[in-house]
């Protein structure tokens, strides 16, 4: 079943179920009030035998005051009203008397040959539907009550019911055929309401089945009202952008990737190939192959930068973190660089605190430091140095690694941690980067929930900070 026809089902059974109810407690209150009505008349008729007998129901003595009372009034019936031979006229009162055991005393001449319905055994008075000739009547049968409280018999008076019948009949005709009408109206407009009201999700269907990876572009039109399908429009077109954007980001890595591997690539594959043109003496040999063989190393540089990132973007690296002696982490890394740094005569203080302990995986922090430290050295004058400090402000601990280098523009400083991002290619031909090394780094330290910042001054130095989550 469509969301259409299930909102409309739902919306009908519940609303005809109410309906039904509505009709029945209509229809039952209009029958107690009719029914109370000829039930005020049954008592108003039975108050005016009583007085006409000058009995009440509760002295009762005989029989023979409402005999002749009941006699007497046959004789009026026999003048005013035409009684018909051997049938009841159903159009006035009937009046019977009945005692104890139901055996019929007397009875008004209009019932002729019928009796009027005798329920025994009742203490008080009661008012029933019975019928005479197929007509419907509504009679009360009141208990005659001696002095002494003892039943002595029963009179039971009976007016006829037609028109009321015919009225009760007809409001159920009327609800009984108008539900039908009613519900059907009901499903065909809820139908036709909730079908507009969820056009809009027809759209959001409509557009997402003409997307495919290629054509992320089409976005969904937001519906007019800010409700909770302009909500769900606008939800899944942020995802689109989202997913956009990351296909785009994917898209770029790739053409980036191939394309910095494919330029050492055809640098080693141009090399060789004039190589083996012709022989040639040995220190040439030994030249080339020194050449190819450091554009092999970058390369292999590269290749393990991108696998490393490759493990980050699935979700393949989880960092195992522990207490790690920032200062004797310190110590190992520069210590490694320390041959590339000597190069260029440039020397490493470490200031602050010694005995400092972070929560961190001990070979990510590794990695984070090299890759800081191994820049500053790329990027520092010949002579310069490197300040180390380790520092605590509140409940972090702050690492500041302090270069005198040629700086970062302020305007470029927000895309140093981005794929492939050089802040210029001519300063990156001579270091040989690949403008990944701070994407990594940034990687490394979210996992550990560290922050790394970055302030610059041109040509003044760069300083990169780490902030260790409180432990
Ligand atoms: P690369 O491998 O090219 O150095 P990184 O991701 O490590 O790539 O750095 C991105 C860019 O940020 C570099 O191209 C460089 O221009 C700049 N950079 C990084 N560290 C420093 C620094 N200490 N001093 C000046 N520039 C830096």
Same mark, same amino acid.
């Given at each position: 079943?469509?969301?259409?026809?299930?909102?409309?089902?739902?919306?009908?059974?519940?609303? @005809?179920?109410?309906?039904?109810?509505?009709?029945?407690?209509?229809?039952?209150?209009?029958?107690?009030?009719?029914?109370?009505?000829?039930?005020?008349? !049954?008592?108003?008729?039975?108050?005016?035998?009583?007085?006409?007998?000058?009995?009440?129901?509760?002295?009762?003595?005989?029989?023979?005051?409402?005999?002749?009372?009941?006699?007497?009034?046959?004789?009026?019936?026999?003048?005013?009203?035409?009684?018909?031979?051997?049938?009841?006229?159903?159009?006035?009162?009937?009046?019977?008397?009945?005692?104890?055991?139901?055996?019929?005393?007397?009875?008004?001449?209009?019932? @002729?040959?019928?009796?009027? *319905?005798? !329920?025994?055994? /009742?203490?008080?008075?009661?008012?029933?539907?019975?019928?005479?000739?197929?007509?419907?009547?509504?009679?009360?049968?009141?208990?005659?009550?001696?002095?002494?409280?003892?039943?002595?018999?029963?009179?039971?008076?009976?007016?006829?019911?037609?028109?009321?019948?015919?009225?009760?009949?007809?409001?159920?005709?009327?609800?009984?055929?108008?539900?039908?009408?009613?519900? #059907?109206?009901?499903? !065909?407009?809820?139908?036709?309401?909730?079908?507009?009201?969820?056009?809009?999700?027809?759209?959001?269907?409509?557009?997402?089945?003409?997307?495919?990876?290629?054509?992320?572009?089409?976005?969904?039109?937001?519906?007019?009202?800010?409700?909770?399908?302009?909500?769900?429009?606008?939800?899944?077109? *942020?995802?689109?952008?989202?997913?956009?954007?990351?296909?785009?980001?994917?898209?770029?890595?790739?053409?980036?990737?191939?394309?910095?591997?494919?330029?050492?690539? @055809?640098?080693?594959?141009?090399?060789?190939?004039? #190589?083996?043109?012709?022989?040639?003496?040995?220190?040439?040999?030994?030249?080339?192959?020194?050449?190819?063989?450091?554009?092999?190393?970058?390369?292999?540089?590269?290749?393990?930068?991108?696998?490393?990132?490759?493990?980050?973007?699935?979700?393949?690296?989880?960092?195992?973190?522990?207490?790690?002696?920032?200062?004797?982490? #310190?110590?190992?890394?520069?210590?490694?660089?320390?041959?590339?740094?000597?190069?260029?005569?440039?020397?490493?203080?470490?200031?602050?605190?010694?005995?400092? *302990?972070?929560?961190?995986?001990?070979?990510?922090?590794?990695?984070?430091?090299?890759?800081?430290?191994?820049?500053?050295?790329?990027?520092?004058?010949?002579?310069?140095?490197?300040?180390?400090?380790?520092?605590?402000?509140?409940?972090?601990?702050?690492?500041?690694? =302090?270069?005198?280098?040629?700086?970062?523009?302020?305007?470029?400083?927000?895309?140093?941690?981005?794929?492939?991002?050089?802040?210029?290619?001519?300063?990156?031909? =001579?270091?040989?980067?690949?403008?990944?090394?701070?994407?990594?780094?940034?990687?490394?330290?979210?996992? /550990?929930?560290?922050?790394?910042?970055?302030?610059?001054?041109?040509?003044?130095?760069?300083?990169?900070?780490?902030?260790?989550?409180?432990?």
């Amino acid at each position: 079943m469509s969301l259409r026809n299930r909102i409309a089902f739902y919306y009908t059974v519940t609303s @005809a179920f109410l309906i039904a109810i509505v009709f029945t407690i209509l229809y039952f209150m209009v029958q107690s009030i009719v029914y109370k009505q000829f039930d005020e008349e !049954i008592n108003s008729e039975v108050s005016e035998i009583f007085s006409d007998a000058h009995v009440t129901s509760k002295d009762f003595t005989s029989f023979s005051r409402f005999k002749n009372f009941i006699d007497d009034k046959e004789v009026n019936y026999r003048e005013t009203k035409h009684e018909e031979k051997g049938t009841a006229k159903v159009d006035t009162e009937f009046i019977q008397l009945v005692d104890n055991n139901g055996l019929v005393i007397n009875k008004s001449a209009n019932l @002729a040959r019928n009796f009027l *319905a005798f !329920i025994p055994a /009742q203490t008080k008075t009661i008012y029933i539907n019975s019928s005479i000739n197929n007509s419907m009547i509504r009679q009360g049968q009141l208990p005659l009550l001696n002095k002494k409280g003892i039943i002595k018999g029963y009179i039971i008076v009976a007016v006829p019911l037609k028109n009321a019948v015919i009225v009760l009949h007809d409001l159920q005709n009327v609800f009984l055929f108008s539900f039908p009408g009613i519900t #059907l109206t009901l499903f !065909i407009v809820t139908r036709l309401i909730a079908g507009k009201s969820i056009a809009p999700i027809k759209k959001v269907i409509a557009t997402a089945e003409k997307m495919t990876q290629t054509n992320l572009s089409q976005r969904i039109e937001l519906p007019h009202h800010h409700d909770e399908l302009y909500r769900l429009s606008a939800t899944i077109n *942020a995802l689109l952008d989202r997913m956009q954007d990351a296909f785009q980001r994917e898209k770029q890595f790739t053409a980036d990737a191939s394309h910095e591997l494919k330029t050492p690539l @055809a640098v080693v594959k141009g090399t060789l190939e004039v #190589l083996v043109r012709k022989p040639r003496e040995k220190e040439q040999y030994e030249y080339k192959i020194q050449f190819c063989l450091l554009e092999l190393n970058r390369m292999a540089r590269l290749i393990d930068q991108l696998l490393m990132l490759a493990r980050y973007e699935s979700n393949k690296m989880n960092p195992h973190i522990e207490a790690v002696w920032l200062r004797s982490l #310190l110590e190992t890394v520069t210590v490694r660089l320390h041959p590339i740094a000597l190069e260029k005569e440039i020397g490493f203080k470490i200031n602050g605190i010694e005995k400092a *302990a972070v929560a961190a995986d001990p070979a990510m922090l590794e990695m984070i430091l090299e890759n800081i430290l191994s820049n500053a050295i790329k990027y520092s004058p010949d002579g310069s140095a490197i300040t180390i400090t380790v520092e605590q402000k509140m409940r972090t601990l702050i690492c500041s690694i =302090s270069d005198q280098g040629i700086g970062i523009p302020e305007e470029k400083l927000h895309a140093v941690f981005e794929r492939f991002y050089r802040v210029d290619e001519s300063r990156n031909s =001579s270091t040989g980067g690949f403008g990944l090394g701070l994407s990594i780094v940034k990687r490394l330290a979210d996992l /550990q929930k560290i922050k790394v910042g970055v302030t610059s001054a041109k040509n003044q130095g760069t300083t990169f900070a780490l902030t260790f989550p409180a432990t």
